[in-house]
């Protein structure tokens, strides 16, 4: 699948946007293409790749983004789904944005467990900072099925 994206990229190289803070949004894909409907292992699936130029996600622009973050609710658990982009990762977090959204005014939601932190929505985080000695850090969630990892844009082109 990354080789195929990679190849994708490529020569779909005219669209990757130059201009400052904007992007390739890229979402690899997988359906089942069996003919039945049900729990049950896959025979026949169709991968694909989808690519979109994008800008600004939030409607205030490119700006900090503001966090909401509830300490009662967990949207992942390390060997959960996570790690997949499913809609059962997705659908039970969007009563806790709205709330984010119309109560706080936030933008997104700051997901924890256990006092790590995961992720910003469907967002991967990295936190870049100088510690207590001195030492530059940089701090990434732990790749243990809580969240989708994470892939650069230099390490496929």
Known sequence: MTKCTAALID???????????HSMYIRPNSIAMDNRFGLSSIKKMKTFVVLSPVGPYYPRGFVPVRLYCDTKVVRAWPQGFGDKKIGGNYAPT???QRKGIEEHGCDQVLW????YVLEVGTMNLFVF??????VKELITPPLDGTILPGITRDSIL
């Open 94 to 96: 969007l009563r806790i």
């Open 112 to 115: 924890i467990l256990h006092d």
């Open 11 to 21: 020569m779909e190289r005219d669209w990757i946007p130059k201009r400052p803070q």
């Open 129 to 134: 900072w100088t510690n207590e000695k001195g």
